[in-house]
């Protein structure tokens, strides 16, 4: 899909941006060094607030809040198809938005000349992105492929309406295709899962750094 290389190739571009020389020359600009900069720095500031706050609440609802409730009240096949469609969105969104976070947070701090702490910084943001990109271009396709033929499998044992696991593990013990399939997917879902919350560890870690920054 388009849109993925599209996400992909800003996701490189950023992290370009945050290892080149040419970041050295916009840091006077994006610090805000002179009157005619600080609107420009406050700008680019914006973008990185806005990204990372957007890309950070996102991930917490999605990961421990939203998923979780539909999965203990939807039909598990309607809940699977749901999150078919969510997942793609929510990973390209999380893309745009790490990927605004890297080239802002690149201007206001070049690695030549940053801290060991920004450069931390830099390093859990560019961690979320890969992250990401993971999920994005390699394990939730595959996750939802998996997905779909185990639905194809459920339905010729007329289960996946019901909330709940129960009647898939039931059918499994004398179904080894349907036994095979929830290994396969366990193992892809796993993967994804991971991925995401690798992602998730990384806005926690710029979190605490921002929240250090703060003067309320």
């Given at each position: ?100 976070c890297i080239g802002a ?62 009647k898939n593990k039931e059918a ?45």
């Amino acid at each position: 899909m388009w849109i993925t290389r599209f996400l992909s190739v800003l996701g490189f571009l950023a992290l370009g941006l945050a290892l080149s020389p040419l970041g050295d020359h916009l840091r006077g600009w994006a610090a805000g060094k002179n009157a005619a900069a600080g609107g420009g720095a406050l700008a680019v500031r914006m973008v990185h607030l806005l990204g990372f706050a957007t890309a950070w609440g996102t991930s917490l609802w999605v990961t421990f809040i939203g998923g979780i409730i539909m999965f203990k009240h939807l039909p598990r096949h309607q809940f699977g198809n749901l999150q078919s469609k969510l997942f793609p969105v929510y990973f390209e969104m999380l893309a745009v938005c790490s990927t605004a976070c890297i080239g802002a947070f690149s201007l206001l701090h070049p690695w030549g000349s940053s801290t060991s702490a920004e450069k931390m910084q830099l390093g859990a943001l560019v961690f979320s992105l890969m992250a990401t990109l993971l999920n994005l271009l390699v394990f939730e396709p595959m996750t939802i492929k998996t997905m779909k033929e185990r639905h194809k499998i459920e339905r010729e044992e007329s289960i996946g309406e019901e909330v709940g696991l129960s009647k898939n593990k039931e059918a499994a013990k004398r179904n080894p295709a349907l036994a095979k399939i929830n290994k396969k997917f366990g193992m892809v879902h796993g993967l994804s899962s991971l991925a995401n919350l690798f992602c998730f560890g990384g806005f926690a870690v710029h979190s605490w750094y921002l929240a250090g920054k703060l003067a309320l």
